[in-house]
């Protein structure tokens, strides 16, 4: 989610889309945040996340979001940025497993 | 109504070399037969900056994991040639990427088409001329064109390329089409999450109730068939 907030800080050098770029951060934040709360409710007991029907493990999860975040911190141009807005979002959620993006 | 090709001016002989290019066939035939994650993951790779395959094998778990490695014969393999063709989509460089994606996403629309009706009635680049009315300047990127029914597509890499122009231009030819008693199917495929579409159309005022819309989860319905729901 901060990864988010720092990409909408570059998207927003396109003045033009300034509406559009928070709208997507708004969306886009109440999704992750759905299915975060939605993974925290079906934790198993070992802290690993239950999402991703439990085929992928903990550790494979959490290499994926970090490096989709390192992904979305190396994108500069504000343009691009724009578009990570969406497919950072999508991306995490093809890693985690969850539906209906 | 009646469909036209459109002129072939300076700025179509150039995007036709790109329609052309085998990388574009090669991506649409994959991402015809990929999963939804897949064709995420080739959203991301054709969006991204990375240029090795390893950090994305590392972000899409699900589609070259252990998980992906015990799916059903064929996925893993359907993974990396996606990866694999993303990576050299994004390695052609910025100006040229842009183009190629807009071309993935057209010769991927065909491709799906051509798995409901006939093959003969899917076109490419075509106008649409009604009596009495002035003729739109850009043509339709794809266009069913059967007895009875046709359709008129509009394809965009990313939900910020819907744009009012866009609304207008396929709500026009459905209400010219019907203003001659014909029927007219008007559909924007966007190579992007449905989430991000209904942002970017929410704050367009412009006529869309005619329209569907067709986003990455629901490609397959070009085909008339529903969305795979695994990964």
Known sequence: MAAIGRLVARAEAVDDEWLY?????????????????????DAAP?????????????????????????????????????????????ATLVALGAGAW | MRFQ??????????????QADP?????????????????????????GETSEPGPWRTMFPALFGDAARRAADGFLERSEAILSASLEVAGRGEQVRSQFRGAIVEALTERLLARRVSPDAIRRERRILFDGIPAEIHPYDVTVESAGAAEAYDCKWGARGISADVLHQLDDARAHAEAEGR???????????RRSCEVRLARHTAPRTGTRLVTIETLDRLAGRRSPVSA
């Open chain 1, 21 to 41: 770029i928070h709208d997507l951060e708004t969306v886009w934040l109440a999704r992750l945040r759905a299915v975060a709360a939605d993974a925290a409710v």
């Open chain 1, 46 to 90: 070992d802290g690993a996340s239950a999402a991703a029907s439990g085929e992928l493990s903990g550790g494979e999860l959490e290499a994926a979001i970090e490096r989709l975040v390192a992904e979305a911190d190396a994108v500069s141009d504000p343009h691009r940025a724009i578009d990570w807005l969406s497919t950072l979002p999508q």
């Open chain 2, 5 to 18: 090709d459109a002129a072939r001016d300076a700025r179509a002989v150039v995007y036709a070399g790109v």
């Open chain 2, 183 to 193: 029927r007219l199917l008007p559909v924007l495929v966007v190579f992007d999450a």
């Open chain 2, 23 to 47: 990388l574009v066939a090669r991506m649409a035939v994959l991402l015809a037969d990929a999963t939804p994650g897949q064709r995420v993951l080739a959203r991301a790779v054709m969006n």
